[in-house]
Each structure stands twice: as structure tokens, then as C-alpha cells.
């Protein structure tokens, strides 16, 4: 499998407010590159995100805006290439809502939603939050809400789905984006 696996924290309720993103990217089923970067997001945080990742206002102060970021990823948000996420309604709409707050036009690509192939692949679970799932597979998960971290596991979620079930069981998750 190739596909690259994105997290996202923001500062606030605020979708458009990313404050620090990460991606894993999967080449030939093996975890082959990282992408990791704190973002200034020009809005206040919010005490209870700032609760759940532990990145405060002055950890972003230096850090670089999205339009910067996007410079350097956007190539990996393309028609042909997936990204997945673990929930992924919510770091989809965080991606299309920063790339609109700040005029750019938000790409189409393959996504897939590891909270919903896990439901289906794998039932029975108490719930299907990042920690659960992982707990379940045996993924390490080291620092829940820490952006590299969630990436790493949410791509070692899908590896270990394609690895058990196989790849005709998992097309059926991707859909277009965008």
C-alpha cells in the first residue's frame, strides 16, 4: 500500500485554526517518511485544546502559517493519492477550512476513514477512538494527541487492516474528497 496518513490539532473549535500537523507517508507498506510541524494559527487557543495536545500560543509564535506549510505538502493532495485519517471528517474539514480562511482553492484526493474501516473490520471494540483501536491491535500509541504520533498509528492501523484483510476489503473505504 502507498498512501500517506495526516493528523491534525487545532487551537480552537475553530476548524480553520491548525495549530500543528503531521503526516506519515506509507510506500510499499512500509511507514517510509515523516512530516512534522507546529503551525501559527493568527487566532486565540481555546484552554481546553490546549488541554487535550499541551501546545500553547507561545509554542506557535515562531512557528510558520499554513500558506507556508502548504508549500511543502501539497503535492501529496492530489486525485491519485490517498490520504487517510482517523476520524477523518474532522482533519478533512480542518485542511479545507484553513486552505479556504486563507483563499486556497482546497484539493480533491482519495481519503479514507481508519474509524470506519475499523467498525467494520474489526467489531466488537467498546469504542473506536485512536487509543482503543490501537490497544486493540497491539499499535503503539505513545503520546495520544501529540500530531505524529496519531499519524504514525492511524498508518499502522491501516497496514495492519490490509495485512489481515486484504486490499479488496479495504477499497471499498476510499472515497473521493473534495
Known amino acids: 500500500m502507498n498512501f500517506i496518513a495526516m493528523d491534525f490539532e487545532t487551537a480552537s473549535g475553530k476548524r480553520y485554526s491548525a495549530c500543528s500537523l503531521a503526516l506519515t507517508i506509507v510506500r510499499n507498506d512500509q511507514i517510509a517518511d515523516e512530516f512534522y510541524t507546529l503551525i501559527n494559527p493568527h487566532t486565540d487557543f481555546f484552554w481546553r485544546n490546549v488541554q487535550i495536545h499541551g501546545i500553547h500560543e507561545r509554542d506557535v509564535q515562531d512557528a510558520p502559517d499554513f500558506p507556508a506549510v502548504w508549500e511543502h505538502i501539497k503535492s501529496f493532495y492530489t486525485p491519485d493519492k490517498l490520504v487517510i485519517a482517523h476520524n477523518n471528517r474532522f482533519d478533512n474539514s480542518v485542511l479545507k477550512s484553513t486552505l479556504e480562511h486563507y483563499g486556497i482553492e482546497p484539493p480533491a484526493y482519495q481519503t479514507l476513514d481508519t474509524v470506519r474501516s475499523s467498525r467494520q473490520l474489526i467489531p466488537g471494540l467498546a469504542n473506536y477512538k485512536l487509543n482503543t483501536v490501537c490497544d ?39 472515497k473521493m474528497f473534495g
Open 136 to 174: 486493540a491491535l497491539n499499535i503503539d500509541l505513545h503520546h495520544h494527541h501529540n500530531a505524529l504520533d496519531d499519524a504514525q498509528a492511524c498508518a499502522n492501523i491501516l497496514l495492519y487492516q490490509d495485512r489481515n484483510f486484504g486490499d479488496q476489503r479495504i477499497r471499498p473505504f476510499i
